[in-house]
């Protein structure tokens, strides 16, 4: 019979009711499709805490994700994020892509914003039910649009430059922003689009077509936040997202396939409604990262 060590041990590595039920929708929708799957959750509907945005950190969690697998079956990746880092979104594209050699589709039960959007077009095929939204690409700094920040300071520079008895007004509306911080946001709105543009050609498209060129122009001009809308918030739809050409398929087309994939959403958005877990990353084969709200 076991002794007190070994049964704290036990009571330790014991899965929650929570865990439990997500990596057995997780591992139903993987065993359906026959590829490997990684679920990439975060709890921005739910609560507001550091650390809910993509970010470097999040490597960790998919090499743990990763580790093991056999990457000839390809990837699913179902994404449920409010974007966050693009320079930290490149490196999981690269890292992802690298390891399946480009076979992976993103799959979207909800929402994936900004750099979630930008993930999502670097795979060869989204799946999106008609619930589901992307989002323009305008990356964040601390959940202020870099458009935003962009468009205050030209603001700033044109009404001084007729007004300069408003400087002191300036003076203490942009102290908010460290120094160098409009070169950081004009830099990070400029790489986005050119990853997307990249990204697009390489994978979903074939940037030697002159065909394929004119469709990633015109996505890249749709999703761009200056050239589209001023609400970085926008919710663009699988209709949306479709007629500026990104290839979707529909889950509503195959009922199975429609069902599985919100089982295993409702499993995570009830584990992060009901817990103090601000993100998870994690595959079919029980290999999880999650994050906890460390508390104010």
Known sequence: MPGWNEILD??????????????????????????????????????????????????????????????SLGLDLILHTPGGSPTAAETIVNYLRDKFNNDIRVIVPQLAMSAGTMIACSAKEIIMGRQSSLGPIDPQFNGIPAYNIKMEFEEAKADLAEHPENAQYWAIKLQQYPAAFMKSAIDAIELS?????????????????????????????????????????????????????????????????????????????????NSDVIKIIENHDNKAYIAHFSGA
């Not at 865990?19 to 026959?34: A, G, N």
């Not at 994939?261 to 409604?273: A, D, E, F, P, R």
């Open 10 to 71: 036990e009571v330790h590595s014991t899965k929650s009711q929570y865990d439990y039920v997500r990596t057995k929708y997780l591992r139903q929708l993987s065993e359906y499709t026959k590829r490997n799957t990684i679920a990439y959750y975060s709890s921005f509907l739910t609560k507001s805490a550091d650390g809910i945005e993509i970010a470097d950190i999040d490597m960790t969690g998919f090499m743990n994700a990763v580790r093991g697998m056999d990457c």
């Open 193 to 273: 689009g050119k990853l997307l543009e990249e990204w697009l050609g390489s994978c979903m498209f074939d940037a030697n077509f002159e065909s394929d060129r004119e469709v990633i122009s015109r996505i890249v001009s749709k999703l761009n936040e200056h050239n589209n809308s001023k609400n970085h918030g926008r919710h663009l739809s699988l209709e949306f997202c479709r007629n500026i050409g990104l290839k979707i398929s529909q889950m509503e087309d195959e009922p199975s396939l429609q069902d599985l994939i919100l089982s295993v959403h409702h499993s995570y958005m009830i584990t992060l409604t």
